[in-house]
C-alpha cells in the first residue's frame, strides 16, 4: 500500500543492510526489550476490557483511500491512502465515569526523555482534555533501563513551555521525583490504572 503525507510526499519505508551486525543488534535489542510499549498497552487495554474495569482503545490514524483493488469480489487491498490529518493522542477511553486521554512514547536515552518525541499538535491537544477536566497522562518508557514512568499531562507541559529556556529533554532524575514509576505484571501487563486511581484521588480532594 503506498500512502502519502498531505504535502504529497510517498511514505518509504527505510531500507536497512541485512548485515550480520544489524541482524545480532536486532536480536540483542529485542530479546531485553520483548514487546514494543504499544503491544504491552494494547494487551493491557484486553484485559481491563475484560475485566470490565474500563474501556480504553488505541485511535485509529484517520487516512483518506484514493486507490483500492478488487482482487476478489470479497477482498479489497488498499493500493494509495493520504493521512488526512495530524493524529493527537494514541489512546482515549473511559474509567470511572472519568474521561482519559494518553499518548505513549519510547526512548533508548538513559538520562533524560527528549521532547522533540512530541509533536505541538499533541501538546494542544492535551492542553484542551485538561481544561475540560479530563485526565490526561503521557506513558514513557526507557528501552535500554526498562522502565515505565506515568507522567501527568500538567507535568509535560510544564517541561514543554520551558524549552524555550534551552532545556530539550526531561531529566531522568526529574521524572524520578515526579512521574508515577510502573512495573510490569502478569495481568494487565502495564498496571497503569492503578496509578490513575491515585490520580482521581487527587483530583477528588
Not at 481491563?48 to 490514524?61: D, F
Not at 519510547?106 to 482534555?129: A, G, V, Y
Not at 510490569?184 to 490520580?199: A, E, G
Request: aromatic share 12%; proline share 4%; glycine share 2%.
Amino acid at each position: 500500500m503506498v500512502v502519502n503525507y498531505p504535502n504529497g510526499k510517498q511514505y518509504t519505508k527505510p531500507v536497512v543492510a541485512k548485515t550480520q551486525q544489524n541482524r545480532q543488534r536486532k536480536k540483542t535489542v529485542f530479546s531485553n526489550r520483548g514487546m514494543s510499549l504499544e503491544d504491552d498497552i494494547n494487551d493491557s487495554n484486553i484485559t481491563y476490557l475484560i475485566q470490565e474495569r474500563a474501556v480504553i482503545h488505541k485511535k485509529p490514524t484517520p487516512i483518506q483511500i484514493v486507490n483500492v483493488d478488487y482482487p476478489k469480489r470479497s477482498a479489497a487491498v488498499i493500493k494509495e491512502a493520504y493521512f488526512k490529518q495530524a493524529s493527537t493522542t494514541d489512546y482515549n477511553g473511559v474509567y470511572k465515569g472519568f474521561y482519559l486521554d494518553f499518548e505513549a512514547k519510547e526512548t533508548k536515552n538513559k538520562q533524560s526523555f527528549p521532547l522533540k518525541n512530541f509533536h505541538q499538535h499533541q501538546i494542544t491537544h492535551m492542553r484542551q482534555c485538561l481544561r475540560h477536566e479530563g485526565i490526561c497522562f503521557v506513558i514513557l518508557k526507557f528501552s535500554s533501563l526498562n522502565r515505565l514512568f506515568l507522567l501527568e499531562a500538567r507535568h509535560l507541559l510544564d517541561f514543554w513551555d520551558k524549552q524555550a529556556r534551552g532545556r530539550k529533554s526531561i531529566p531522568l532524575t526529574e521524572l524520578e521525583k515526579k512521574a508515577y514509576e510502573m512495573y510490569y505484571s502478569f495481568s494487565p501487563r502495564i498496571p497503569y490504572l492503578d496509578v490513575v486511581d491515585q490520580i482521581i484521588e487527587k483530583f477528588r480532594m
